[in-house]
Structure formats: structure tokens, C-alpha cells
């Protein structure tokens, strides 16, 4: 009989400055235009984000933070963004490993890590190895540069694992730095989807004992000729993050279809939307969660978790949806669920997972 793999619990850690405020007010002084002024007080309103963390603390006197690494007409290159990565990601992933509680190190197995906020060798997993006191020979994995929904395949690769050796105890690490990669522009587009990003990381426990979310499958989804609705390339200023004012629509139109579509190869895998207990979906943004909402005709509280984790954190990219899971398995929620993070191509990676029995 093949093992079912098991999300047993989350460790969750956030830098300790809350940056929203003081990025709102820094950035209104690159928009040029006053009508873009007023869209963007608009949109920050709408946003429904309370608090995104960095390890930068702001400076509003000064415009950047308090150690100059942003200043006003100076923000850095890239090289610097990737030596400030190196010296906090570990620190941050070892923080949501010590949030998991007491486990025996020695027995994990497997480590996945999931980043595409920077680029270190050795790498960030080996790094996590030797700061968090595992095992030297625990067989490592990298999912890098996917973007949001690296989380759902972070979370597929400790699926196989365990599914193919009952043994195996996986550590799953989901680590952003997002506010790395801060960009001085006057293009409202891009200061709309810095506005979303904020630091996190996550540290999960995949194993096959039956506690937490049983994870059942696993499907992606591609939305056809809309490659370029979210690209994440490597700038000489940072990475450079374009996301299309059209990508909720996109997705509302792609879950409409899924809905009448409604057979055993869809999102839904045949059920009815309302069938489904729990909903965990990465919190992209309020318009993402709206457009799934609106896609698959759900109540208003149905998202409840995702847009929690929207308010309190913004979007952490891959380590979001790892924080509306443990928010999920903290209350005891679960039943049947279906989870789902949106990400470049544009795609969709969904997978079903039950309350454990």
C-alpha cells in the first residue's frame, strides 16, 4: 500500500520592520503625475494589506532606510541585494525552522527549499543545513525561480518522497526576501506591484504520520497565451518584477471555465466548487483573491484564511500559501480542501488535501 504523505505542521518567520506605511510614503514622491498620485492613494486603499515586514527599517526623514542601502536616487545594483541576501536568508529560514517546535533533526531525510529572491552557491540549502543542525548527508532539493507557486511544488516533491519511502521525513523550507528588490520608477504599474511584496518564510514537516493535512494530488494548470502576464527577470538593479493589471482577469475567465467544465481532469476534479470545505489560496493580491472568488462562485468568507494572511503580511511569494496553511491547520480547519498558487507562464499549480483521520 503507497504511503500518504502528511503536511504535519508550519513554522512561520517575518523580519521584524513593518515597511508598509513608509513604503507607501516613499514611493508617492516617484509618481511624477498627479492624477497617478491620486490612482495610486486609490489603490493603496483597496489593496487591503495592513503590514509587509523587511529587514530594512525605514527612515522616512532620509527617504530609504537607516542604513542607506535605499537612498533616494541611489538605489543599489544588483551584486549588493545578492550579499544581503546571503547574509539574512538563512537566518530567516532557520527562525520558521525553530517556529515548527521540537523535532529530531537528525531524522529528517529530505530537505526542499523553494527561493527566487536570490541566487547564493553554496547554496541556500546547504546553508539551512549546517545553520539548523541537520544531518550533512540529508538528501537536498532546490526549487528555484518559480515564483508564488514554488510552494505547491516544494510541497509535490515531499508528496513523492514520502509516497515513495514511508521512512522518509521531509523539511520543506520556503524562503523570499522580496523588498530586495525595491525599484526607484515612475512606472505605476510596477510601484502597484511593489506595493503587494513583503519578507517571510515558512518551515514545514512532511511526513506519513496522520497529523495535519493529508495531501491527496497534485495538477497544474497553464492559461494559454498569457506567458507574459507575470515575468520575474534578473535586472542589473535587483529582479525585476512585471505583473499585469490583467492577470486577475485571466484567472477569473481560466476558473469560470473550470467550473462548467467540471470533470475529473479540471481544478475541481469533478466536484462542485461548494463541495469543497476549505480553500487555500496563495494571497497574490486582493484582486487575485477576488477573481477566484467571482471564478468559482464562492461565498464571502470562503478565502477568509488567504486574505488574513493578505492583511497581516502582503504577498511573500512562495512562502504565502505555506502561512494560510498553518493558519488552516492551527484551527483545526481542513475536511476537504483544495489549495492553489498562481505564478509566471501564467499558470496555476493545485493540489486536494483532507484533514488528517
Known sequence: MVATAHLNRI????????????????????IPERREQILFKRMVSRAEIDHRYSHFAPDPDVGGDTEGFYRVGRFPGTAPRMARYERFAPQLACEAIDALGEFDRAAITHIVVASCTGFIAPGLDQMIVNKAGLDPSVERTVVGFMGCYAAVNSLRLAHHFVRSDPAARVLVVNLELCTLHFQQTPELEKLLSMLLFGDGASAALVTAEAE??????????????????????IGDSGFDMHLSGEVPQRIGNALKGELQRNDAGGILRGRRADEYDTFAVHAGGRTILDAVEQGFELSKDTLRWSRGVLRDFGNMSSATLMFVLDRIIRAGEGGKGLGMAFGPGLAAETFRFERAS
Open 11 to 30: 513554522g512561520t518567520a517575518v523580519p521584524p520592520h513593518d515597511i508598509h506605511q513608509a513604503f507607501v510614503g516613499l514611493v508617492e514622491s516617484f
Open 212 to 233: 495535519g493535512l493529508a495531501l491527496i494530488d497534485f495538477k497544474p494548470v497553464t492559461i494559454e497565451e498569457s506567458a507574459e502576464a507575470i515575468t520575474w527577470r
